[in-house]
Each structure stands twice: as structure tokens, then as C-alpha cells.
């Protein structure tokens, strides 16, 4: 039984992640207009990252598939209920489950992200957009300094802005953005759909620096 008032805290949380299109002090990325979702047309690197991201959505989509079988229950998985993590902005949260994934999901992400130098991150979300574990180099310790944190600390922050959202809720084969990250980056977002189960459950997300050869 969750205690009266983390349950409160949590609620809160969700209501945040459903209803804003971004967290208090979040900055907004913004997408350049073209999406892509179909394969007609692909690049060759597009190619590339697009089996990748379908190999890493299947990797996790086992692991969560396991947990339910050992660890967590589907309901409290599927619950999307985020507990405030004290004194940290942007917000960070964690979940009934944040501590399978730190432990479960990084390796996979981290296998990932060694396939290619042109890849800056390769993260699992919700359908929220909550990220529960980011890559090593983006959960770097906190410091306190809000620029540097930013940068270094991005693991367990709901990205619900505009490409955010689009990634973790989009049902389709997959999805390719371009957008600006909140730290002035300009990259590619590809993400594949995670079903748990038959359900959607969130998304696979690989940024990378986009080569144009078309």
C-alpha cells in the first residue's frame, strides 16, 4: 500500500505530465514542421537507426514483459503515477518500477548508444514522456548548478513538450523529428512504439545528428 501522502504527491504529478505541454521552467524545443513515418524514401542512415530503434523498442518491451512476470504488477506499471523527487529543477520523479529499469534498461540503452558516434542519446519513455533512466553521460551527479545540471542530470524528467509527446504517444511503425533540444542542439529524434503485452505502454527515443543525403 502506497502511503496517503506520496499517493497524493504522485497524482499531482500525472495531472502535470497530461495537461501542460511542458513542465513549469521547461523550455520548449521546437520542431521543425516535417515528420516521417514512413519508410518510402528513407535514407541510408535513417535506415540504419530506424533497425536499431526496432531491435532496442523489442529489448525493452522484454524487459517490462519479464518484470510483470516477477516484479511488478501490470496495473502498477500501466498506473503512470510519478513520485516528486525533493529540490530538483526541472522536476525529476520517480515510480514504482524507475529502479527495474536503472538497473534493467541502461545496459540496453548503453549498447545502443555505442553502435554509432553520430547518436547523442538512446532512451526508453512512457507514454508520458517520463524518462526513467538516462544514458551515464546524461546522469552525471547533481551539482546544484542549474546550467551544468541541465546538461548533465537529465534522467527521470517527464519530456512532455511538443517532440516529446509526439514520440512517446505515437502508435505508428515509427516517427522521425527534427527538432532543438533545450540545450541548443539541432538533431534527429527517431522513436519506435513499446507495446506491453498488446498495450501501448511508450517508446523507444534515438537522437542522433542527421547526415542529409537525399
Given at each position: ?162 517532440t516529446g509527446l509526439a514520440a512517446a504517444r505515437s502508435e505508428a511503425p515509427f516517427l522521425?523529428?527534427?527538432?532543438q533540444r533545450d540545450t541548443g542542439e539541432t538533431m534527429a529524434d527517431l522513436s519506435v ?22
Open positions: 500500500m502506497v502511503p496517503m501522502s506520496r499517493t497524493r504527491f504522485a497524482i499531482v504529478a500525472l495531472s502535470l505530465a497530461a495537461a501542460s505541454p511542458a513542465l513549469a521552467g521547461e523550455p520548449r524545443p521546437s520542431v521543425i514542421p516535417a515528420t516521417v513515418t514512413s519508410a518510402d524514401g528513407l535514407t541510408a542512415q535513417e535506415r540504419e537507426m530506424l533497425d536499431l530503434a526496432t531491435h532496442f523498442a523489442a529489448r525493452c518491451a522484454a524487459a517490462l514483459d519479464r518484470w510483470i512476470d516477477k516484479e511488478v504488477t501490470k496495473e502498477r506499471l500501466f498506473s503512470f503515477l510519478y513520485y516528486p523527487i525533493p529540490a530538483t529543477d526541472p522536476p525529476k520523479f520517480t515510480t514504482e518500477w524507475d529502479r527495474l529499469s536503472d538497473r534493467d534498461i541502461l545496459p540496453i540503452e548503453e549498447s545502443v548508444l555505442a553502435k554509432s558516434a553520430v547518436i547523442q542519446f538512446a532512451v526508453m519513455v512512457d507514454r508520458n514522456g517520463y524518462l526513467p533512466t538516462h544514458n551515464q553521460r546524461y546522469s552525471q551527479p547533481l551539482t546544484g548548478n542549474l546550467a551544468n545540471d541541465l546538461v548533465n542530470n537529465r534522467t527521470k524528467r517527464i519530456f512532455n513538450d511538443r522521425i523529428q527534427r527538432y512504439p513499446i507495446f506491453v503485452r498488446g498495450v501501448h505502454w511508450g517508446a523507444v527515443r534515438i537522437g542522433y545528428r542527421a547526415v542529409d543525403s537525399r
